[in-house]
């Protein structure tokens, strides 16, 4: 069974959001996603200072059995990367929601109601039954 965090916000392609700031918010991939996916070899992000759009790819997240795309919940400009992705890629499997998180960005809105508008966790439960 994957765990699935209260007081996140998730998308339906797997990818979870936490507000980190009044303006900031920070993702990664779920439980459920890096399980599907296997062993995480490589995550490819965007740089700080993109823009990203919500429901848009914005990066990609390669196992050894896959390379998939990572999709922005919110619009924004990218405030910061996980640098330790890039030496240690594997701890998107071993602390998806901890240190396995991806990027934080800088919302236009309150990070908290954005957050609170994408699926609460008992919606996301529910898809991945």
Do not use: C
């Not at 993702?27 to 599907?36: F, M, P, S, V, Y």
């Not at 998939?68 to 594997?90: F, H, I, Q, R």
């Amino acid at each position: 069974m994957s765990e699935i965090r209260q007081g996140l916000g998730y998308t339906e392609e797997h990818e979870w959001a936490s507000a980190a700031g009044e303006n900031a918010v920070r993702i990664g991939i779920t439980d459920h996603a890096q399980h599907q996916l296997g062993d995480i070899v490589f995550v490819e992000l965007p740089r700080p200072g993109d823009r990203v759009e919500a429901g848009q790819p914005l990066g990609t997240i390669e196992s050894v059995k896959t390379v998939s795309d990572l999709y922005a919940p919110v619009s924004g400009t990218v405030a910061k990367v996980n640098d330790a992705l890039s030496d240690s890629p594997e701890l998107v499997n071993s602390e998806p929601y901890d240190g396995g998180w991806m990027l934080e960005i800088e919302t236009d809105g309150s990070a908290a109601e954005l957050v609170a508008s994408l699926l609460d966790a008992d919606a996301y439960a529910g898809r991945t039954d």
